[in-house]
């Protein structure tokens, strides 16, 4: 496993991270998801990513269960804050009230001392920005929090903050948690310059399309039944990707892959990891050979005539 700094801060992550959206907490059964995050730090994977919102706060009950029983120096651990916790009018968003709030909650769920990341799990125009990241500075300060970063923020969004912190002399933020993928490519044109002008790293989720570019799925239609797309949550988050043109380039890039020697998700994995302002690289899996198989992606470097294929075959 190789690893490579957060952003601009010193702090070292792997370039394969574990989450557990859609997974741990409700789809995987327990026992399994511990077995999956202990196959994951075994293979020298240290950056673990959860979110108060995933099950409702029971993703990180199992995330900090099953890291309980390893030295707390020895692994990095990011969770979230914005969404909605309950049913009163605090109970969501970026206000310092929620913010405050909920990272004591997350602590207690997660059974630790602090946190090592913590995102702005999305935008809230309703809160003052300033508001916001003087709330995530005293976390700071008061050691419940080591790092600050946002996910799913524009680049406008992110500069903005940078701003307002060197203005204020807040800690800056040091992570963006985009969506960022061969079939998903956006962030190319204003977040990685951000982050690279910025020292934001990169924490992508989604890096295999939800699964799409894993090779499992012959048809736009029918799915295996053991997927998450079997699952009405798995489904809609798998809508955008799971389509007869992205499946015709997939079949392209399996080609690719096994002419290098790679699996697929490993090919699609490395190509992102090609970016040196991705920091890391978050999958999410339900069974430990997966990660196993995944982590093989870290320290692969793409030839450049296969780079080129690769560019050919997204057109």
């Known amino acids: 496993m190789q690893y490579r700094r957060l952003g601009g801060s010193g702090l070292k992550v792997s370039e394969i991270s574990l989450g557990s959206w ?3 907490g409700g789809y995987v059964e327990k026992r399994q998801a ?3 995050i202990h196959s994951a ?3 020298g994977i240290n950056f673990f990513d959860t979110a108060n919102i995933y099950m409702r706060g029971e993703a990180e009950k199992v995330v900090g269960e099953a890291l309980a029983g390893y030295r707390r120096e020895s692994f990095v651990l990011a969770t979230k804050v914005w969404g909605q916790m309950g049913d009163g009018p605090n109970d969501r968003g970026l206000s310092r009230k929620h913010i405050i709030e909920q990272c004591d909650a997350s602590l207690k769920r997660l ?3 602090y946190i090592d990341l913590y995102y702005c799990h999305s935008p809230d125009p ?3 920005l300033a508001e916001t990241l003087r709330a995530l500075d005293d976390l700071v300060r008061q050691g419940k929090v080591l790092y600050a970063g946002v996910s799913n923020w524009t680049a406008a969004m992110m500069t ?3 701003h307002i ?3 204020k002399l807040l800690d800056r933020i040091v992570a963006s948690q985009p969506p960022y993928s061969m079939l998903r490519r956006d962030i190319e044109k204003e977040i990685i310059p951000t982050g690279l002008k910025y020292g934001i790293g990169q924490v992508v989720y989604s890096p295999l399309a939800q699964g799409v570019l894993s090779g499992k799925y012959k ?3 029918e799915v295996p039944g053991d997927s998450r797309a079997a699952s009405e949550r798995g489904k809609q988050s798998i809508a955008k990707y799971l389509t007869d043109a992205n499946l015709v380039k997939v079949e392209k890039l399996a080609q690719i892959a096994d002419g290098l020697g790679l699996s697929l998700p490993q090919l699609a994995l490395a190509w992102i990891l090609r970016q040196p302002n991705v920091s890391s690289a978050i999958i999410g899996a339900s069974r430990p050979e997966q990660v196993e198989e995944n982590a093989k992606a870290s320290g692969v470097i793409i030839p450049d005539d296969a780079l080129a294929a690769i560019e050919s075959a997204l057109q």
């Open 160 to 162: 903005e903050a940078v």
């Open 41 to 43: 730090f075994d293979r």
């Open 165 to 167: 912190a060197d203005s």
């Open 111 to 113: 059974g630790m001392d």
């Open 219 to 221: 048809s736009s239609s």
């Open 126 to 128: 309703s809160t003052p």
């Open 22 to 24: 859609l997974t741990y």
């Open 34 to 36: 511990m077995q999956t």
